[in-house]
């Protein structure tokens, strides 16, 4: 077991690293140092590289060349990765058809029981409209843990599931903005917007992403993606498309919807990088359910608004009733303040990536 300061230390080293191929200290293509040699420059242990370098690679930062080093992968110029093959085959090997989360329905029906035992006069209490304080609070120290997001509570809206969100999303942009789809895509996506009298536009995937030269053509302002193995293809967008997806948006008034299902799933040995803590220009909502982690059963999903549109959310939106019930915002608060849920997302992955060993 790594002690804090040892992942402190490979923690730090790692963002550096990545700022620096990001900025293009070092450039596509281009050799970094040795684990030993980066030890020596930063100060650190080599074991700290080494989990560094790990990270940058399961991400798509750099790639490593057999009895020749490690190579900068990432290229800012465009949105190609240069062995996006590998990371589609990672990304493909967890079943996205809706199969039931193998969360222990012994954990799930004891917290249920400590809360109807000691929260009795709580869960018939009425909840704010977007959701519980304690339950936001949860959720904003877990995606600061697992994320790396650091948001306020206020900026969390709580709602049944990501359809209904979808909804919220509609009426806060408003009809006269033109949203961008994956395509093909989560169906619901589409059918939502449609009902919603929103015009959208569908881009084609390519092997990592939605391919550069529709996304640059496109007339949408809002773009709404699953980054992390988007259904139904299963394909995730490389460290390249991220920043490009990121570029688009800041190019001008757009906005990115990252829809993240599914990505604590991932098999990578961090959580998969968000849009949402890429982003510098606060133009990223952030969506992610409990139906895959704990069960479809549990309509439960939220969304993090960038802070420029909380106070327009409140306004124009602030009125619609939360419609996921306090004592089931009770029940998840617990497993996340517990720790519960992070277990079992941990023993998910790993029972994902000895499978991959196998495979």
Not at 45 to 73: F, M, P, T
Not at 75 to 93: I, V
Not at 291 to 310: E, F
Not at 315 to 332: A, N, R
Request: hydrophobic share 35%; charged share 25%.
């Amino acid at each position: 077991m790594r002690s804090k300061t040892s992942e402190s230390a490979y923690m730090k080293l790692y963002k550096q690293i990545k700022k620096n191929i990001v900025d293009g200290i070092y450039p596509y293509n281009t050799k970094i140092p040795s684990k030993r040699n980066m030890a020596s420059e930063f100060g650190v242990s080599v074991i700290s590289v080494e989990h560094a370098y790990d990270l940058l690679r399961d991400e798509g930062y750099i790639r490593s060349v057999e009895k020749s080093g490690y190579y900068v992968d990432f290229r800012a110029s465009d949105g190609f990765s240069a062995f996006p093959d590998e990371r589609t085959a990672l990304s493909t090997t967890f079943d996205s058809s809706g199969q039931q989360s193998d969360f222990p329905v012994s954990v799930l029906a004891k917290t249920m029981r400590n809360i109807l035992t000691n929260r009795q006069e709580d869960i018939l209490m009425k909840s704010p409209n977007t959701g519980l304080l304690e339950f936001r609070e949860a959720i904003s120290r877990y995606l600061a843990r697992n994320k790396d997001m650091r948001i306020d509570p206020s900026m969390i809206v709580i709602g049944s599931g990501a359809e209904y969100l979808y909804n919220l999303i509609a009426g806060l942009l408003g009809k006269n903005r033109v949203f961008a789809l994956e395509d093909p895509s989560y169906e619901k996506i589409r059918k939502v917007y449609k009902y919603a009298n929103i015009s959208y536009e569908l881009l084609p995937l390519g092997k990592d992403g939605i391919e550069s030269n529709t996304l640059s053509k496109t007339k949408a302002n809002v773009l709404h993606i699953s980054p992390f193995r988007s259904y139904p293809t299963g394909i995730s967008a490389s460290a390249s498309k991220r920043h490009e997806y990121i570029r688009w948006a800041d190019s001008s008034d757009r906005i990115i919807v990252e829809d993240d299902y599914e990505s604590e799933f991932s098999i990578l040995s961090k959580p998969v990088e968000t849009l949402f803590s890429m982003a510098a220009k606060d133009n990223v909502i952030y969506l992610n359910t409990f139906s895959k982690t704990i069960s479809p059963a549990l309509r439960v999903g939220y969304m993090v608004l960038p802070k420029h549109l909380v106070e327009k959310f409140n306004e124009k939106l602030g009125f619609y009733s939360c419609t996921v019930p306090t004592f089931e915002q009770l029940v998840l608060t617990e497993l996340l303040n517990n720790g519960t849920f992070e277990r079992h997302i941990n023993r998910t992955r790993r029972k994902l990536r000895s499978k991959q060993t196998l495979s």
